[in-house]
């Protein structure tokens, strides 16, 4: 009976082992601390805050989990925000004004009342002078603490700026304002998923913490006197390491089981030469995190930014023109309802079909697909 | 009688007085209020050598600020280079340097205490804190 037990506990230990990692899970091989590190994390990201605890004046969301909700925390959101900047293709050195001194370039989409009454605005009004502005859709962020963990060797390996391989393709990095290497967000501006979550709670939620303790302003102008009664900041620097760990933390959806077209569609893939951008698989570097460590991430990215042509371009940041966008990383991208950076592409045939620039060529080569291999291709991309 | 000692111990207590309210070797004055002071590290967005302000972007992920300083004549400013630092002056610097600045002050403009250029954003810099 005992050996019945022991046998039984082994299978299911196994098979715990084998189960792939769903949207929401936390990479394998967590210490005990770091899954506890994981579980708190995930109550602060999940956390509802209010104009009492710190919510606004002005914010888009009222927690994390608001817009990264499916399936799952972590997932993605049906909200679309706005991002404004100018572009001055004359200036030397300052080309990208992202608005900073004037609220930019997040542009938040509601108030608290206190800031309705005292403003009697719905939302913060864009700067004069701003003519384009960007939509932008709520990605899912699993698998993020992988890409964190890239080494910018690898990717500025794969940087070619002027296109010496003559493939068409010329990948180059975005910069922060401080000159390091860029890496999240659609135009590949936040150079570590820490910042971006940090810098996310004040311009995203309008809580204000230990790494960024001003509020922002209303169009660059102060707040009104009373409009935000919370004293700052509004959240401690454990909950923002919390925060960090599960984001961090997060597993990178497992590819579903292929079918025999769907391995062909990957192969279709390659020969497309989607994959000149979308590199199949990236390796972590060091990691004080044993479970980031040396690992490959299929994450189909290579973190640079792209020329995408005229049609989908919308605005600058950082050193990212108007028409550069970051490869999009197409893990996780069963678990989407909308694609591209606006969310414009209902399906991922149609995101495809709307790739302009350095990858007019991989789509024209897809439009000349025979009926079956374009099917194969879009089946494996539903396995990712 | 009681006048006269009266008027004595007014002279003679006064100056010990006086003494009393004035600082002492012993005992040092009290430092003047603190001036808030801070540091950045972010892109050049805008200089005018002539009022001898600059205004520096920086920020964390897309919680962007930008801070606006005057440098007074006497403020070092150099440049970070071949493992050396060179002094240079406020009009060697460029939209689009990235800068290592310290100041202080109450509210903007504040007063830059040492500005050190560690690169430009379109070449980059090595990710140190």
């Known amino acids: 009976m005992t050996r019945r037990v022991i046998i039984g506990a082994i299978a299911l230990a196994a098979a715990a082992a084998c189960r792939r990692p769903q949207p929401g899970d936390p990479v394998r091989g967590l210490s005990a601390a770091e899954r506890a590190r994981f579980d708190s994390g995930r109550t602060v990201f999940d956390s509802t805050f209010t104009p009492a605890v710190g919510l606004g004046p002005l914010f888009n969301a009222s927690g994390c989990k608001e817009c990264h909700e499916d399936p799952v925390s972590g997932g993605v959101g049906d909200e679309v925000e706005r991002h404004a900047a100018v572009f001055h293709p004359e200036r030397i050195g300052a080309v990208c004004d992202l608005l900073a001194a004037q609220g930019g370039p997040v542009f938040q989409d509601s108030v608290t009342p206190a800031l309705h009454a005292a403003l009697g605005i719905d939302r913060e009004p864009l700067p004069a002078g701003v003519t384009t502005v960007a939509a932008r859709t709520t990605p899912e962020i699993f698998g993020f603490g992988l890409l964190d963990a890239v080494p910018d060797s690898v990717i500025l390996s794969y940087a070619d700026p002027d296109d010496r391989d003559h493939d068409g393709i010329s990948g180059r990095p975005n910069r922060f304002v401080d000159g390091r290497l860029g890496r999240f967000g659609r135009k590949a501006f936040v150079p570590t998923l820490r910042e971006f979550s940090d810098g996310a709670f004040q311009a995203e939620i309008g809580i204000t913490n230990p790494s960024v303790p001003q509020e922002g302003t209303v169009t660059g102008q102060p707040l009104p006197a009373g409009t935000d009664p919370a004293p700052d900041p509004e959240l401690s620097a454990h909950s923002l390491e919390l925060t960090d760990a599960f984001l961090r933390l997060l597993a990178a959806p497992a590819p579903l089981k292929q079918s025999g077209e769907a391995r062909h569609g990957r192969d279709v893939f390659t020969q497309v030469k989607c994959a000149g951008c979308h590199i199949p698989a990236l390796r972590t570097g060091d990691s004080p995190i044993e479970a980031l460590r040396y690992r490959d991430v299929a994450a189909f990215t290579d973190l640079l930014l792209h020329d995408m042509g005229p049609d989908l371009a919308d605005i600058c940041f950082g050193l990212a023109t108007p028409s550069e966008f970051r490869t999009e990383p197409l893990m996780g991208m069963r678990l989407r309802t909308q694609f591209l950076h606006d969310g414009r592409a209902k399906t991922p045939e149609q995101a495809i079909d709307l790739h302009g620039g350095e990858a007019t060529r991989s789509r024209d080569l897809c439009r000349a697909l025979p009926a079956a291999d374009r099917a194969a291709l879009l089946a494996f991309l539903k396995t990712l | ?129």
Request: positive net charge.
């Open chain 2, 1 to 129: 009688m009681r006048r006269f000692a009266l008027l004595s111990f007014v002279v003679l207590a006064a100056p010990l007085a006086v003494a009393a309210q004035q600082p002492t070797a012993s005992q040092p004055a009290a430092p003047p209020p603190a001036v808030p002071h801070d540091s950045v590290r972010g892109a050049i967005r805008a200089i005018d050598v002539r009022a001898r302000t600059i205004e520096v972007t920086t920020g964390v992920g897309y919680a962007l600020r930008v801070v606006v300083m005057q440098v007074p004549a006497s403020v070092p400013i150099t440049a970070a280079g071949a493992g050396q630092r060179q002094p240079i002056g406020l009009a060697a610097l460029k939209l689009g340097d990235v800068v290592r600045a310290s100041f202080g002050g109450y509210r903007s403009p504040f007063v830059a205490y040492a500005i050190e250029r560690i690169g430009r954003v379109e070449t980059g810099v090595e990710p140190t804190p």
